[in-house]
Every structure is written in C-alpha cells, then in structure tokens.
T-cell receptor, first 117, second 114 residues
Framework: GAVVSQHPSWVICKSGTSVKIECRSL??????MFWYRQFPKQSLMLMAT?????????EQGVEKDKFLINHASLTLSTLTVTSAHPEDSSFYIC?????????????FGPGTRLTVL | QKEVEQNSGPLSVPEGAIASLNCTYS??????FFWYRQYSGKSPELIMF????GDKEDGRFTAQLNKASQYVSLLIRDSQPSDSATYLC??????????????FGKGTKLSVKP
C-alpha cells in the first residue's frame, strides 16, 4: 500500500522548453499532494502544496507562473516547469498525503531528475 | 516559525553498533512524529512514526519521544552498512493545515563503517 509513482523518472531538455512531471497515488486517494525540489547534497525544499480541485499554495520564493501545478483528481497531480533554464536542473519529488500507516503523513514518489541543457 | 532541528552529521558508527539520531522541535503542540530514510539520489521513505511518550520498536528501529523536552530520537540497533543514508525527522504541527502537512528537519547523514 501507499505507492506513489512519478513520470518521467528522468528528463533532459533544452533551455526554453517546458517539462511536465506527473505524480500519481496508485493505491490510495490523496486529498493533498506536495512538490519538493532537492539540489545535490542539499535538503528537501518544499515548493508547493496542492489540494484536489483548488489552486496550489506556493512557498515563498517559488514562482507560481514558472512552476505550474494542477491537481485535477485525488490520484493525479502535475508539475510543469515552464521555459526551463539550466538553474532549474534538480531532483523534483512529489509526495501524497495519506493515513495508510495509521498516521496522517506523506508518501513520496521516486522523484524526477531534470537536466536542462 | 515552526522548526525541526537535527544535527547534520555525518554520524559515523561501526557495523553492529547502535546508531542514535536525535531531533528537537519547537511546536509544543505537535502530535505526531515521523522518521524517514533517504538514500543518496533517492526519495525519502517512511520508516516509522510515534505519537505517545516513550519508546516504539519496529525490528531494529526504536523511536523515542519525550514531549516535555520536545525531543524525538531514532535508535538503530546492529547497524549495517546498508543503513548508511540521511535520516529525516518530520513533525505534524498541531495547527493542522492541509492533510499530511509536515515540517521536516534537514536530516542527519549516517555512515556505518564495515
């Protein structure tokens, strides 16, 4: 139980293009999904929190027009990095809220490694 | 500002020893506490959680909670090289917010030497 998938697992794109990352909760429904970014040897950084059917809440310093989040259903959230630049290269990880372990917590997807050339 | 503090390490222990990872939190009203493990280049995975003061054991892992001291720890018995990873402490703040809202520490890097 509590399986979260992400697609793609890695992507290489040219500067200026847009990249969409999908996050799915496979065996449970998630009211809330979270998007994180992690640079090498650094800690997780929360980018935004999204609740199904409503607009995402972005953390301070995260550009909402650059990182578009859509949470259209209880099992799917997408992150689109628009007009990507090399500084956007990072490890993007989503998580989904759930209580399968008996506690209200987060279950993480395997992550998507983005490289912008 | 709600905070979760961890020593960044690295914490180095010999194989077979007990590794002790510590975490303090600032929100006295926090109700639930979680430990995640993150291998290099991978995403975090949930190890265990604890609600009540005292100890909770799961295999080689024991979580300890002391709400009066606002302190939670993770003990790993018979440490193995495969336990080498970064361990993240997370706290569910009492003010709620979105379901699954957690405050994460920056993690402690553990290295188990053969």
């Amino acid at each position: 139980g509590a399986v979260v998938s992400q697609h793609p697992s890695w992507v290489i794109c040219k500067s200026g293009t847009s990249v969409k990352i999908e996050c799915r909760s496979l065996d449970f429904q998630a009211t809330t999904m979270f998007w994180y970014r992690q640079f090498p040897k650094q800690s997780l950084m929360l980018m935004a929190t999204s609740n199904e059917g409503s607009k995402a809440t972005y953390e301070q310093g995260v550009e909402k027009d650059k990182f578009l989040i859509n949470h259209a259903s209880l099992t799917l959230s997408t992150l689109t990095v628009t007009s990507a630049h090399p500084e956007d290269s990072s490890f993007y990880i989503c998580s989904a809220s759930g209580t399968l372990s008996g506690a209200d917590t987060q279950y993480f997807g395997p992550g998507t490694r983005l490289t912008v050339l | 500002q709600k905070e979760v503090e961890q020593n960044s390490g690295p914490l180095s222990v010999p194989e077979g020893a007990i590794a002790s990872l510590n975490c303090t939190y600032s929100d006295r009203g926090s109700q639930s506490f979680f430990w995640y493990r993150q291998y290099s280049g991978k995403s975090p995975e949930l190890i265990m959680f604890i609600y009540s003061n005292g100890d909770k054991e799961d295999g080689r892992f024991t979580a300890q909670l002391n709400k009066a001291s606002q302190y939670v720890s993770l003990l790993i018995r018979d440490s193995q090289p495969s336990d080498s990873a970064t361990y993240l402490c997370a706290v569910n703040p009492h003010y709620g917010g979105s379901q699954g809202n957690l405050i994460f520490g920056k993690g402690t890097k553990l290295s188990v030497k053969p």
